[in-house]
């Protein structure tokens, strides 16, 4: 009689581990084992944080005088080599059009540009950098009303 409990005590661990999920055993046979969603609750997900350039999304300029367009941005630690390319409409003259190269976390720039004509036009603000060895991309639109 004392042969078979301890037999059976011996095979019980083995056989309560087999008909567990792979939710369900671990950490001493709990009810909750390490990789189960309720007993990783506390863990604290982050968010990742992302390069955010900022700007107005429309602006209002008179036709054939200087306008000025302000660049916002926040550079995360993850990120790196980061430029800004601003691709203007046919009727949009940037005064520099060379890429924007952002090497500090965060700051502002400004960007003069004119309107050659009336009417509406547009800037495409181009945002390319690194994040983590992989490549980051990011496409924002201006809207400019020139009268």
Do not use: W
Request: net charge negative; glycine share 6%.
């Amino acid at each position: 009689m004392k042969r078979k409990l301890a037999t059976l005590l011996l095979i019980l661990p083995s056989t309560l581990s087999a008909l567990a999920c792979e939710f369900h055993g671990g950490f001493g046979m709990g009810s909750f084992g390490g990789f189960h969603p309720l007993a990783q609750q506390h863990m604290e997900n982050s968010a990742p944080v992302e390069l955010r350039v900022t700007h107005d999304n429309h602006l209002s300029v008179t036709a054939e005088s200087d306008a000025n367009l302000q660049l916002r941005y926040v550079i995360p630690d993850d990120y790196s080599n980061a430029e800004i390319n601003l691709i203007p409409s046919d009727n949009l003259v940037i005064a520099d059009s060379t890429p924007l190269n952002l090497s500090k976390d965060k700051g502002m720039i400004d960007v003069k540009f004119t309107a050659t004509g009336p009417g509406e036009h547009f800037i495409m603000v181009r945002i390319d950098a690194t994040q983590s060895y992989r490549p980051y991309s990011k496409i924002q639109r201006v809207n400019v009303t020139a009268i």
